[in-house]
């Protein structure tokens, strides 16, 4: 299934076997401040981990910075279309790199959160996490509603 993109945000592409609906998305907040992200570190990724405090919010890292394993779980693919490769990138156009956000779950997590549609969003305030849009003073958040 391909990816697809709205005004109101982008929606992620549908990576687990056996299903035909994306199950995570991008506000149009959220997308906005993750172009940014990508232009200032490269490459970039999400895990939820379910953790208390702040470990139960989306963690943005550049990619390969946070390690999965069989005990995560990839709910989705989030594309912001093609762009600058990243920090002090000198090429565009068609040489531009499709920059694609893997969206990954603790499978523990994802026992919890499997009947769930997820959204992720942008608020002010800063968290006390490692996530990469700290530095900016807001934070991504998760939105959730039952998968239709």
């Known amino acids: 299934m391909s990816l697809e993109r709205f005004a109101d945000g982008v929606v992620g592409r549908v990576v687990i076997a056996g299903e035909t609906s994306p199950r995570v998305e991008l506000?149009?907040?959220a997308a906005t401040l993750l172009?940014?992200?990508w232009e200032a570190h490269g490459p970039l990724?999400?895990?939820q981990s379910g953790g208390c405090c702040d470990g139960s919010a989306p963690m943005c890292y550049p990619a390969?910075?946070?390690l999965t394993s069989g005990a995560d779980v990839l709910l989705g693919e989030l594309d912001l279309g093609r762009g600058?490769?990243?920090p002090d990138a000198s090429w565009t156009g068609s040489e531009a790199a499709t920059r694609v956000v893997p969206f990954?779950?603790?499978a523990e997590?994802?026992?919890y959160w499997r009947h769930t549609?997820?959204?992720v969003d942008v608020v002010p305030g800063r968290g006390s996490g490692f996530s990469v849009e700290a530095p900016e003073g807001v934070r991504f958040l998760i939105r959730s509603r039952l998968l239709e």
């Open 27 to 29: 506000s149009p907040a």
């Open 45 to 47: 990724m999400f895990h």
């Open 104 to 106: 990954w779950m603790s």
């Open 109 to 111: 997590q994802f026992a």
């Open 84 to 86: 600058a490769a990243g």
């Open 117 to 119: 549609h997820l959204t």
């Open 35 to 37: 172009e940014r992200l």
């Open 64 to 66: 390969g910075e946070f």
